[in-house]
Nanobody, 115 residues
Framework: QGQVVESGGGLVQAGGSLRLSCACSGSISGILAMGWSRQAPGKQREWVARLIRPDTTNYKDSVKGRFTISGDNAENTVYLQMNSLKPEDTAVYYC?????????WGQGTQVTVSS
């Protein structure tokens, strides 16, 4: 039993920044990893960043140096700090949490970057 809740999306001009947040309810000890995927209009959903307990991170090549994922283990939350945003970053961003053999997904939050 668990639920993933995310927020922080919005409209920003190219070069700006946003911070997404995600919290997973339920057993903290059972969470193996949390992270983010995104889906742009007309495209497949793609993996963006992942945090494996307690502090190992992985990033899609195109966001390295611009995005940073971090976590708060006590509250079972993750954040995605997005800097130097580009129009091609425009997408619905989905948080995911892996617990046991199951992966839970958030409702998605819209990020729109204008030029």
């Amino acid at each position: 039993q668990g639920q993933v809740v995310e927020s922080g999306g919005g409209l920003v001009q190219a070069g700006g920044s946003l911070r997404l947040s995600c919290a997973c309810s339920g057993s903290i000890s059972g969470i193996l990893a949390m992270g983010w995927s995104r889906q742009a209009p007309g495209k497949q959903r793609e993996w963006v960043a992942r945090l494996i307990r307690p502090d190992t991170t992985n990033y899609k090549d195109s966001v390295k140096g611009r995005f940073t994922i971090s976590g708060d283990n006590a509250e079972n939350t993750v954040y995605l700090q997005m800097n130097s945003l580009k129009p091609e970053d425009t997408a619905v961003y989905y948080c995911f949490a892996t617990r046991g053999i199951y992966t839970y997904w958030g409702q998605g939050t819209q990020v729109t970057v204008s030029s």
